[in-house]
T-cell receptor
Framework: GIQVEQSPPDLILQEGANSTLRCNFSDSVNNLQWFHQNPWGQLINLFYIPSGTKQNGRLSATTVATERYSLLYISSSQTTDSGVYFCAVSFGGFKTIFGAGTRLFVKA | ETGVTQSPTHLIKTRGQQVTLRCSSQ?????VSWYQQALGQGPQFIFQ???????GRGNFPPRFSGLQFPNYSSELNVNALELDDSALYLCASSSDLAQPQHFGDGTRLSIL
């Protein structure tokens, strides 16, 4: 089946720093989403990005479907950015596979 | 616009019991997927319902079953509960197949 790998697994940043999170996937997918899971377990939609580039405030994402990877950029990080970032890919019309996540801690 | 709501928020059961978790999909959404998230791991796909029919299933045993109702709300039923079933159960709805999924806040299930 499709493999989804996220890197780095853990990341500690000083407030104000920038970071790049990566998601590699092993086969063609129908779509790709990035989520932020906050400390209370809520999964928040960040981007629906099967291809191309999108930006939303301090966050942006790029997916290069032909090369099977996606990047999530966080600029000027804030303590509220802490949590786990998941990449999720969908294929075959129904099945969704999540990566293991990147655990981000932003220090004040 | 009402988001995805799940009930109950927390639940404690003992081994061998049965449990039913509920999910109300976002208004206008006809597709619901269920996930199990064990502590420290990413969500694992259980199954998906599309217009009241099961549309696909992950690697979960038959004691995990579900329903989708005409209003597109959904239930996840788990029989013969095991200790390893302790997890956060997440429901997600989307406006159609292969569209962005929107998640509820989950049900935390603990098995004693």
């Amino acid at each position: 089946g499709i493999q989804v790998e996220q890197s780095p697994p853990d990341l500690i940043l000083q407030e104000g720093a920038n970071s790049t999170l990566r998601c590699n996937f092993s086969d063609s997918v129908n779509n790709l989403q990035w989520f932020h899971q906050n400390p209370w377990g809520q999964l928040i939609n960040l981007f629906y990005i099967p291809s191309g580039t999108k930006q939303n405030g301090r966050l942006s994402a790029t997916t290069v479907a032909t090369e099977r990877y996606s990047l999530l950029y966080i600029s000027s990080s804030q303590t509220t950015d802490s949590g786990v970032y998941f990449c999720a890919v969908s294929f075959g019309g129904f099945k969704t596979i999540f990566g293991a996540g990147t655990r981000l801690f932003v220090k004040a | 616009e009402t988001g995805v709501t799940q009930s109950p928020t927390h639940l404690i059961k003992t081994r061998g019991q049965q449990v039913t978790l509920r999910c109300s999909s976002q208004s206008g959404h006809n597709t619901v997927s269920w996930y199990q998230q064990a502590l420290g791991q990413g969500p694992q796909f259980i199954f998906q319902y599309y217009r009241e029919e099961e549309n696909g299933r992950g690697n979960f045993p038959p004691r995990f079953s579900g329903l989708q109702f005409p209003n597109y709300s959904s239930e996840l039923n788990v029989n013969a509960l095991e200790l390893d079933d302790s997890a956060l159960y997440l429901c997600a709805s989307s406006s159609d197949l292969a569209q962005p999924q929107h998640f509820g806040d989950g049900t935390r299930l603990s098995i004693l």
